[in-house]
């Protein structure tokens, strides 16, 4: 990792990390994640949440030996951002795009060869109380001051299918740092490129993409569940 400031700017740090980094997840193992560009900067440290950006092009994702499977095998780029924001909020916005995973997405029906696009913008009450040595005591302490989370806009894209999401009502935390609330989500399906000659019918092994409608996700427990079922673990926010 390499990371530098200027003397006249010792708030203000970027670094980049040429050969990769190693992430660690407690119980399933560590990845190691390689790209043609990874590179941060933090500033703001006064602010709550401090300026933070993160960005990755070209990533490949691969779980050390005994490591259990990671979502991802690639995406062709990733960004992430915290930001300070008026009347004590903040914000936290992802943004993953040619996403490759391992398998499609639950419920998209998307097809296992096709790309993964995925945009998050979350706004954060109480912001003030954003305070600790580490994102993970932050987290902790802006949950107990009863900070909540806001899906401003989010989406989730695969193939034809896009599912826009929204958040009735603010979200909260767990003490797991996972969120806890519920979101809907709006399915669309993108029209064929062209249409196809009667006789060509489409193999058997193609998934068929799901109608469009509104679907709802709950997160509980520290389970994302869709109609009551269980279907990932939720996001976790710190």
């Keep these: 990792l390499r990371s530098e400031s200027f003397v006249y700017a010792l708030g203000h740090w970027?670094?980049?990390?040429?050969?990769?980094?190693?992430?660690?997840?407690?119980g399933a193992g560590a990845v190691r994640v390689r790209a043609e560009v990874l590179h941060a900067s933090l500033a703001g440290l006064s602010e709550h949440p401090p300026r933070f950006s993160l960005e990755g092009q070209g990533l490949t994702f691969t779980?050390?030996?005994?490591?259990?499977?990671?979502p991802l095998a690639s995406a062709q780029g990733l960004q992430?951002?915290?930001?300070?924001?008026?009347?004590?909020e903040g914000g936290l916005f992802v943004s993953l795009t040619g996403g490759r995973p391992l398998s499609p997405p639950p419920g998209l029906g998307g097809d296992p060869q096709g790309g993964l696009d995925f945009n998050l913008?979350?706004?954060l009450s109480k912001a003030h109380a954003l305070v600790g040595p580490d994102w993970s005591t932050a987290g902790r302490a802006w949950s107990?001051?009863?900070?909540?989370?806001?899906?401003?806009?989010?989406?989730i894209s695969s193939g034809r299918t896009t599912v826009t999401l929204s958040s009735p009502q603010p979200m909260t935390t767990g003490t797991d740092g996972r969120l806890r609330g519920a979101l809907q989500g709006d399915l669309s399906l993108t029209p064929p490129a062209g249409t196809a000659p009667a006789a060509a019918a489409p193999p058997a092994a193609?998934?068929?993409p799901p109608l469009p409608g509104r679907v709802g996700c709950e997160f509980r427990g520290g389970r994302a569940l869709v109609g009551g079922r269980p279907i990932a673990t939720a996001p976790r926010l710190y």
């Design 144 to 155: 107990a001051a009863g900070g909540t989370a806001r899906l401003r806009r989010g989406s």
């Design 80 to 88: 992430f951002h915290l930001r300070q924001g008026p009347d004590d």
């Design 121 to 123: 913008e979350l706004i």
């Design 14 to 26: 970027v670094a980049e990390a040429p050969d990769g980094v190693t992430i660690t997840r407690p």
């Design 63 to 70: 779980p050390e030996a005994g490591a259990r499977p990671f």
């Design 206 to 208: 193609t998934p068929a």
